[in-house]
């Protein structure tokens, strides 16, 4: 199954898709990569998820990529003793270790490490920035604050600290657990939350080993400190919009996930704008004229990928979501301006042997009216480098492993292909004319431009260009 657009389109599974039929469908409608979310469910339920993509993989002779995204460490106030309270703005309110239910003074916060972390002047956000208190005093075991912004709050709901380095690692007990699990089962992406530090990234890289592609999930604004530091430790970033829009202004977030894809598409990295995409198609069949700019955005800027989160897990109408999400990639790909727009942004090759060639392939298929660049891969790192070039005609990325194949699923542009490593040059185009023919890329008399690492099979050694061209069918 050929898709008719570059942008991939990543699909959380949960309570309204949760079955071979809807996931199916889910498929047909234009999704990519599956995303497993270990804030919610269990081990049993995302096994049996994993079985099911993985059936449904075989049944249409597609990879089919997996991401699962690590929970990370949850911040929460404690309970009430009667119920919500009221916070009203200038009001005086506590926050401390005391394991006592509150009242509209004070409430539990069971992180000592946030107590050891702030200081006078530092804002505490809860329920997703809903109430803002500023603290005016604090010690080893409380913090004193005034009310900045007030309302309703109830019990368990999430704290954010904005500005402030928490003393906390990215993997809890529970990350560790979900993290062996997922790489037990073989999963392609592991999606990192709460990244605060370069640190981070590199123990989880550590754990990993080469096992998953490793997704730096950006929304800590301290994790933003340290782009440059933990852009080559990861496989690919997400601009996690949720978090990323409470413990910065909200305003700054566009041109954040702006600055994220040019960084990302520079390193040569996938990267995915998340969050609130199409979220009142929850509820909606269909998006609001907000939104559709918003996912359109995203493609003018030339992202790999575009996600939906509680849209497919636990909305209404998943299918018709990623529909929607996937006319609106499409659409957008065929704007007259969406070249020029994507363009302007176009990183310049790196002074590398793969680069060079990248680019010039990317050249050489335009310039030729070539049907599709093929790159053969063995990690990943050749086709990523073609698609890092955004070129005008199809990316098809030929690897012997599923797993590179699986993985390339996310990158932008990129038609993922398991096969064997050539023997030799004529073997190398005998199976990059009938990948390109058996996929609907070209027919009779058709150029490919072919990219290729020798001696073949070695990884990110890519050094050799070929033009090919697709032969008269004998008889």
């Known amino acids: 199954m050929r898709r008719q657009r570059n942008t991939k389109i990543i699909a959380t599974l949960g309570p309204s898709s949760q079955t071979l ?62 119920g919500p309270v009221i916070l009203r703005q200038d009001q005086a309110f506590r926050l401390d270790l005391n394991t006592q239910p509150g009242d509209a003074t004070r409430v539990c916060l069971p992180h000592p490490e946030i107590f050891a972390a702030v200081t006078t002047g530092a804002d505490l956000l809860i329920d997703d920035g809903r109430l803002r208190l500023r603290i005016t005093k604090a010690g080893a075991d409380f913090a004193d604050t005034v009310v900045m912004a007030g309302g309703r709050v109830s019990d368990n709901k999430g704290v954010n600290v904005p500005d402030v380095a928490l003393p906390l690692k990215p993997l809890t007990p529970k990350d560790r657990i979900d993290l062996d699990f997922a790489l037990s089962l073989g999963i392609d992406w592991i999606a990192l939350s709460f990244v605060q ?48 829009g409470v413990e910065m202004p909200i305003e700054a977030v566009p041109g954040l996930q702006k600055k994220l894809v040019r960084a990302a598409r520079a390193a040569g990295k996938p990267i995915v704008v998340a969050t609130q995409m199409l979220e009142s198609m929850i509820h909606a069949p269909t998006p609001t004229r907000a939104e559709v700019s918003d996912v359109a955005t995203a493609v003018y800027d030339g992202a790999d990928a575009v996600m939906l989160s509680a849209e497919s897990a636990a909305g209404a109408y998943p299918i018709s979501a990623v529909r929607m999400m996937a006319r609106i990639a499409e659409q957008t790909e065929k704007d007259p301006l969406y070249r020029a727009i994507m363009n302007a942004e176009k990183p310049k090759p790196e002074s590398t042997a793969a680069d060079a060639i990248s680019a ?10 070539a049907a599709a660049i093929i790159g053969y891969t063995d990690s990943g790192s050749t086709a990523l480098r073609a698609a890092r070039e955004r070129p005008t005609v199809p990316i098809i990325g030929l690897t012997p492993k ?29 199976i990059a004319i009938e990948a390109a ?31 090919a061209r697709i032969p008269e069918q004998k008889g």
């Open 402 to 430: 599923v797993e590179t194949a699986r993985q390339l699923a996310l990158a932008w542009g990129v038609h993922s292909v398991p096969t064997r490593d050539p023997s030799g040059f004529d073997d190398m185009l005998d």
């Open 21 to 82: 039929p809807v996931i199916r469908a889910l498929f047909e409608a234009g999704v990519d990569v599956f995303r497993l979310n270990f804030s919610h469910g269990d081990h049993k339920m995302h096994r049996e998820l994993f079985g099911i993509i993985r059936t449904l993989e075989a049944e249409v002779g597609r990879p089919i990529g997996i991401l699962g995204d690590l929970q990370g460490p949850k911040l929460r106030i404690g309970t009430f003793a009667q």
């Open 197 to 244: 530090r370069a640190a981070d990234v590199a123990e989880v890289r550590a754990i990993i080993s080469g096992r998953a592609g490793l997704m730096t999930k950006v929304e800590k604004p301290t994790a933003l400190d340290e782009l440059d530091e933990i852009l080559p430790l990861s496989d690919g970033l997400m601009v996690a919009r949720g978090d990323l």
């Open 360 to 369: 010039a392939a990317a050249q050489t298929a335009e310039t030729l009216k």
């Open 437 to 467: 023919t058996r996929d609907g890329f070209g027919t009779a008399n058709d150029r490919l431009v072919i990219i290729a690492g020798v001696p073949f099979g070695s990884p990110g050694a890519t050094n050799v260009m070929r033009i």
